[in-house]
């Protein structure tokens, strides 16, 4: 019986094959338009999703087998390993996460041609199709070639294995994040297609903006989760008392979701107004292209870093493939310029499409800071050979200004009209909501909260809440009068109406929530590094922290070294933590692991430093956290907003009464 390295062998040449096939199939009844040819093409789909889902089955068994005579079995399992992280393991280290990047891709193309089943001799649908058939190709191409996830020993076989990198075996959460960070860098695969496929058949309008939306939303959407759950893995995991450090590798991931933002709002002025025909092309093929620089930065070795993948061969592969996507997107739009142009034009700068258009450069501003500061460094080194780095006070002071405006263009654009508007309806409309933002920085000042910056993002996340409840109250009260309903039903109807706006502004509500944790976590926080004997306390910030002892827990997969640390604020009893630091086997580097006390005001955040030394005494760093609690619930408000956008709009009955022109005409905008 054959095993898994032969039957993961015969998959991976299967998909490549299938991808091949199905790309020449298609490109040539395309080419011919031959109509046999082109449904032939699509058959390819079926073989080539088997493959993707055979590759993964066999590296599962592979691992939990422990069929060490593949050499990514014997990196990256041991026999020691939990069974979670042995299954985690299959997208632990490089050859393993193209296997999970393929059957994510072909899980997306498989849902994306069985929605258009019924347009499959649509040239745009078939010209989508031949694109995803090809960037399917490259990566099965990477698993034939430079990065092989079934190359087995050359020597001995060992009878255990090295198990997988500490940083993976230390907390449920390798489970979750990777996954969703790739089904967002997947994902945009998808719109991508369609972008190059309306350049290719010069159908640019906005056709194909209709058939991608919900791809783009639903890819935008676990982008979103995935950062935030690298936000929290980082926060729970590494010990360093952060959640985001302007990593290359989080900026990797941050830059796709800056731009893929800038799309979804830009996109809806195209389909109202049909404008920014270019603006959108360009920013989905950008968005795209930077999930492979994104690829390039974490698989290829060209930085060192906690989240990057050790030194492959990869990386010529992945920057030729960035080039020719940037080349052919650039080459399409040059040779469809004079199409791409548009009739419609900004009538006036207080309007929602001139607010769309600034928010969307802000956006881009965005992008631009970070990826200079992440790119900077390493073309210094390719051209100088000189290391240089670009730390975090870079991007704190470049990103501030720029996000505080986008904050409160996220407080005004909702409540322009499209084209113009008149002075008194947008005082009227802002006034409350400003007045809120005024009195919440009167009151975090009073309270005793200091520094520019976050005391403006709580005003402006105050503004922009505060609007986001007027308009949702406008609504329902309006249904209310219109339908004699109650409060609660008005307000479920009032949402299933256009649940793409009202979700947008529930996405806008948990940004919000976001952007003050952030400010506050990083502005009002305080830390502190302590060593203390035992039953030695110490107060910081109001905390009582008293040092219990220590104790050392033994495993087959670990040997943890724990310490016991009571904690007290004033009349309050938080119990005892115990923040840890483990150490695996073939790895003499302790890998810590802190203890949390989450609160809805602050976190008491315990990391150990050092054992107990020759006295006694531990080292520990203490953090005093505030809004914590809400950063991670900011991205939950932005997940639940994202799925209330998927929602289906609920047609309206021939006999409903329209709500007051005045006041819901402009009201909202969707994200």
Known sequence: MAGPGALGDFAVVGGAVSAALGAGTLGLGLARRNSRLVDAGRRFVAPMCTAAVLTFVAMEWALFSHDYAIKYVANNVANATPGLFTFTAAWGALEGSIILWVVILCAYVAITMLAFRRRRRDALVSWALLVQYLVCLFFFALMV?????????????????????????????????????????????????????????????????????????????????????????????????????????????????????????????????????????????????????????????????????????????????????????????????????????????????????????????????????????????????????????????????????????????????????????????????????????????????????????????????????????????????????????????????????????????????????????????????????????????GHQLTYLGSSIVRSPQKATLKVRVHVRHGGDDFGVYAPAISTFPGSNQGIGTPSVHVGLLNDVYLSLIEAPDDQGRVTLQVGINPLMMWLWLGGGIMAFGTLLCLVPAKRKQPDAVAPPERELATVGAGT
């Open 145 to 541: 070639g430079p990065a092989r996830p079934f190359a087995t020993q050359s020597g001995l076989i060992p009878f255990d294995g090295n198990g997988p990198n500490p940083l993976l075996q230390n907390h449920p959460l390798v489970a979750f994040h990777p996954p969703m960070l790739y089904a967002g860098y997947v994902g945009m695969t998808i719109p991508f297609s369609f972008a190059i496929a309306a350049l290719i058949t010069g159908r640019f309008g906005e056709g194909w903006l209709a058939d991608t939306r919900r791809a783009s939303l639903i890819a935008w959407g676990f982008l979103t989760v995935g950062i935030v759950l690298g936000a929290w893995w980082s926060y729970e995991v590494l010990g360093w008392g952060g959640y985001w450090g302007w990593d290359p590798v989080e900026n990797a991931s941050f830059l796709p979701w800056l731009t893929a933002t800038a799309f979804l709002h830009s996109v809806m002025v195209q389909e109202r107004r049909a404008m920014l025909r270019v603006w959108n092309i360009s920013l989905i093929i950008a968005t795209f292209s930077l999930t492979i620089l994104g690829t390039f930065l974490t698989r290829s070795g060209v930085i060192n870093s906690v989240h990057a993948f050790s030194q492959s061969d990869i990386g010529p592969w992945l920057l030729s493939f960035l080039g020719v996507i940037v080349a052919s997107g650039l080459g399409l739009i040059a040779w469809r310029g004079d199409r791409l142009r548009t009739p419609g034009r900004i009538d006036s700068l207080v309007s929602r499409e001139s607010a769309f258009l600034a928010n969307n450069l802000l956006f881009a501003a965005f992008a631009l800071v970070v990826l200079t500061g992440t790119v900077f460094p390493l073309l210094v080194e390719a051209l100088n050979n000189q290391q240089i780095s670009i730390g975090a006070p870079y991007f704190d002071r470049m990103s501030l200004p720029i996000g505080l405006a986008l904050l409160f263009m996220m407080a005004v654009a909702p409540v322009l009209p499209w084209r113009a508007t008149a002075g008194e309806v947008l005082r009227e409309r802002l006034q409350v909501p400003a007045v809120c933002g005024v009195v919440a920085m009167a009151f975090v000042v009073v309270l005793g909260y200091r520094g520019l910056g976050p005391v403006i993002a709580v005003g402006l996340g105050a503004f922009c809440v505060a609007g986001i409840v007027r308009n949702f109250a406008i609504a329902v009260r309006a249904r209310r009068r219109a339908y004699h309903e109650r409060t609660v039903p008005a307000l479920a109807r009032t949402v299933r109406s256009n649940p793409r706006k009202w979700g947008g502004l529930v996405v806008h509500t948990g940004v919000v929530v976001v952007a003050i944790a952030i400010a506050g976590s990083q502005s009002w926080g305080t830390r502190r590094e302590v060593q203390l004997k035992k039953n030695q306390t110490v107060t910081i910030a």
